[in-house]
Nanobody, 114 residues
Framework: QVQLVESGGGLVQAGGSLRLSCAAS????????MGWYRQPPGNQREFVAR???????NYGDSVKGRFTISRDNAKNTVYLQMNSLKPEDTAVYYC????????WGQGTQVTVSS
């Protein structure tokens, strides 16, 4: 079964860093556009970052300059490096395969304390 499995979430103080990982099974990873989304408590899921098969990236306004998305096709893994974390970054973070078909991971909790 093709899956996306996130890891790397946890509790961190404001100003700290975390790196999330999303491991994908299946053979189409290198051709996939991958993304990270998040759902803060009591709010809707929102876009965080995206990376295409060619390495093009774009980011949500609230994370530009602080977060970096990257991928390692040899490991079928996409990463989200999160720096200068703020309490408002607290959310469940989800990995998403956007193309060639949609798929979501189960999510990983990130909590930033003030």
């Amino acid at each position: 079964q093709v899956q996306l499995v996130e890891s790397g979430g946890g509790l961190v103080q404001a100003g700290g860093s975390l790196r999330l990982s999303c491991a994908a099974s299946g053979s189409s990873f290198s051709r996939s556009t991958m993304g990270w989304y998040r759902q803060p408590p009591g709010n809707q899921r929102e876009f965080v970052a995206r990376i295409t098969s060619g390495g093009f990236t774009n980011y949500g306004d609230s994370v530009k300059g602080r977060f970096t998305i990257s991928r390692d096709n040899a490991k079928n893994t996409v990463y989200l490096q999160m720096n200068s974390l703020k309490p408002e970054d607290t959310a469940v973070y989800y990995c998403r395969r956007i193309t060639p078909y949609e798929q979501w991971g189960q999510g990983t909790q990130v909590t930033v304390s003030s």
